[in-house]
């Protein structure tokens, strides 16, 4: 048994490898992916923090790229009006942008039509993400906890998809966004008993991180930093 994790865990080291030295393979492997792989080699070696610490010089090179890129994505929002910019993570590790528009400055009260002035707000934020059309969109609506859900989920539902059309309708392509979503009152980022809260949970939420084209144009070293 010892002699096949050994023969194992050999095979694995030369997989890694060969994703690390060939360009175009194992496209998928950005800091997220890499650190997954290596998780299955720390499992059959019995050290957990050998085989992290592998998958994690892996991806590093294209974890790098694509945070330098989207620092630039980031700045490049920034100059929008209106909009709260911060750098987060996504799913696979990797860096990502989320972009916060208040409700009160989009909307009118319980309503789901963007207010004239925002739409010059969203017309600017198009320009992002026509420049940046390798990066993926999630859209997410939010209320506070006035009402019910039978109201604020279509309510938060609606006013996602308005700025989804909007966008639309400024030139971005379809095909980048990927969740369109109305979560109602569940996901609260501030105190819902105080007014000054409960204006900072009536939010729309857009984020911007790495289409498969964007991992693997990092991989193949033409993303562009």
């Not at 620092?71 to 990502?96: C, I, M, R, S, W």
Request: proline share 2%; net charge positive; hydrophobic share 40%.
């Amino acid at each position: 048994m010892k002699k096949i994790k050994i023969a194992t865990l050999g095979l694995c080291f030369l997989t890694v490898f060969s994703c690390a030295t060939k360009q175009g393979t194992g496209a998928l492997i950005g800091a997220g992916g890499g650190t997954v792989l290596g998780a299955i080699i720390g499992k059959i070696a019995g050290n957990a923090a050998v085989g992290a610490a592998i998958g994690g010089a892996v991806g590093a090179g294209t974890g790098a790229v694509i945070g330098h890129h989207m620092d630039k994505v980031a700045a490049e929002a920034a100059k929008v009006n209106n909009a709260k910019v911060e750098e987060v993570t996504d799913a696979n590790g990797l860096k990502a942008v989320k972009v916060t528009f208040d409700s009160g400055i989009l909307f009118a009260t319980n309503k789901a039509i963007l207010n004239s002035g925002s739409k010059n707000d969203l017309s600017k934020f198009s320009s992002v993400l026509k420049n940046n059309s390798d990066c993926h969109v999630d859209i997410y609506g939010h209320t506070d906890n006035t009402g019910n859900d039978g109201i604020n989920i279509p309510l938060s539902n609606s006013r996602a998809q308005s700025v989804v059309n909007y966008l639309k309708s400024c030139g971005v392509s379809p095909y980048q966004f990927q969740k369109v979503e109305g979560k109602g009152s569940s996901s609260p980022v501030a105190d819902n008993t105080t007014a000054a809260g409960r204006q900072q949970n009536r939010r729309v939420e857009v984020y911007l991180y790495a289409s498969p084209a964007m991992v693997n144009a990092a991989n193949n070293g033409t993303l562009s930093e």
